[in-house]
T-cell receptor, first 117, second 116 residues
Framework: GAVVSQHPSRVICKSGTSVKIECRSLDFQATTMFWYRQFPKKSLMLMATSNEGSKATYEQGVEKDKFLINHASLTLSTLTVTSAHPEDSSFYIC?????????????FGPGTRLTVL | AQKITQTQPGMFVQEKEAVTLDCTYDTSDQSYGLFWYKQPSSGEMIFLIYQGSYDEQNATEGRYSLNFQKARKSANLVISASQLGDSAMYFCAMREGSRGAQKLVFGQGTRLTINP
């Protein structure tokens, strides 16, 4: 399967700070990037979809000014949680998608576990 | 409305037995895809199997097979000869349409526990 990396894998921060999560597709070019969030014992919920070079499209209820997404290149996307609060503590997972074909595939990064104190 | 429904929050199975994890879906699209993922305690999402809406044969991948019943809109995952390492969360997901972003929508998940 495709190789997707996320950094950091785990982060603990104080309330009010900003946290940047990087997602890299190491062996293919991702024209589309999906960012998901998973609360404990819950399913994955899509936060936003971004296309390389374009503004992200956010799902209903997700604050675009709080969760900043940058997809400036075909191999790197970043999610910045601004002014994080304890309720933002969650597991964040990226899912890059190639532009051509691969309709029957969708790979995910290993995830970033964010804990806000 | 829930697009993907997994009605079994938890399943307990004896090692070496077969297990079926249920998944039903709701879509008005003719073209769609169904996925199953395994999520161990580490959190990584491991792709298991895919079924396209136009595929006439049920998908199989090693010990995994997908029981696709289109008219009933169900896509159950069957794991044969279960192993202790199969203990994990399992998610069913659907991708709709053949154009656009084609995001995946996930079900609630089923926690599978394999007992020795």
């Amino acid at each position: 399967g495709a190789v997707v990396s996320q950094h950091p894998s785990r982060v603990i921060c104080k309330s009010g700070t900003s946290v940047k999560i990087e997602c890299r597709s190491l062996d293919f070019q991702a024209t589309t990037m999906f960012w998901y969030r998973q609360f404990p014992k819950k399913s994955l919920m899509l936060m936003a979809t971004s296309n390389e070079g374009s503004k992200a499209t956010y799902e209903q209820g997700v604050e675009k000014d709080k969760f900043l997404i940058n997809h400036a290149s075909l191999t790197l996307s970043t999610l910045t949680v601004t002014s994080a609060h304890p309720e933002d503590s969650s597991f964040y997972i990226c899912s890059p998608k190639p532009g051509q074909g691969s309709y029957n595939e969708q790979f995910f990064g290993p995830g970033t576990r964010l804990t806000v104190l | 409305a829930q697009k993907i429904t997994q009605t079994q929050p938890g399943m307990f199975v004896q090692e070496k037995e077969a297990v079926t994890l249920d998944c039903t879906y709701d879509t008005s699209d003719q073209s769609y895809g169904l996925f199953w993922y395994k999520q161990p305690s580490s959190g990584e999402m491991i792709f298991l199997i895919y079924q396209g809406s136009y595929d006439e044969q049920n998908a199989t991948e090693g010990r995994y097979s997908l029981n696709f019943q289109k008219a009933r809109k169900s896509a159950n995952l069957v794991i044969s000869a279960s192993q202790l390492g199969d203990s994990a969360m399992y998610f069913c997901a659907m991708r709709e349409g053949s154009r656009g972003a084609q995001k995946l929508v996930f079900g609630q998940g089923t926690r599978l526990t394999i007992n020795p």
